[in-house]
């Protein structure tokens, strides 16, 4: 645990980090909205490391699900409003 990035421990920690954070699945359906590159990055971290399970969801879109082992709190390296978990998703412009 001690390799992963303050970003992937705090991520970890502010969404599965609680008791009822243990039944928490986050969807992202890529219509509107998608992970900007840093929330992105902590969770594809997160993933190779064995925390979280990725797994495509029907219509488009994938999830995240906890796997089982647990971090401990990490909530004081990701301050709010310096962490944006998601971004729009912009359509570009047609000729």
Same mark, same amino acid.
């Given at each position: 645990?001690?390799?992963? =990035?303050?970003?992937?421990?705090?991520?970890? =920690?502010?969404?599965?980090?609680?008791?009822?954070?243990?039944?928490?699945?986050?969807?992202?359906?890529?219509? #509107?909205?998608?992970?900007? %590159?840093? %929330?992105?990055?902590?969770?594809?971290?997160?993933?190779? %490391?064995?925390?979280?399970?990725? #797994?495509?969801? =029907?219509?488009?879109?994938? =999830?995240?699900?906890?796997?089982?082992?647990?971090?401990?709190?990490?909530?004081?390296?990701?301050?709010?409003?310096?962490?944006?978990?998601?971004?729009?998703?912009?359509?570009?412009?047609?000729?």
């Amino acid at each position: 645990m001690s390799e992963l =990035s303050d970003d992937a421990k705090g991520l970890f =920690s502010c969404l599965w980090g609680m008791p009822i954070g243990k039944a928490t699945v986050l969807k992202f359906r890529m219509c #509107e909205n998608r992970p900007t %590159a840093r %929330a992105q990055a902590a969770l594809d971290e997160l993933v190779a %490391a064995g925390f979280l399970c990725r #797994e495509q969801l =029907s219509g488009g879109g994938f =999830s995240y699900r906890p796997l089982g082992p647990e971090i401990p709190h990490y909530r004081r390296f990701v301050r709010m409003g310096d962490f944006a978990l998601t971004e729009p998703i912009k359509e570009e412009p047609r000729a």
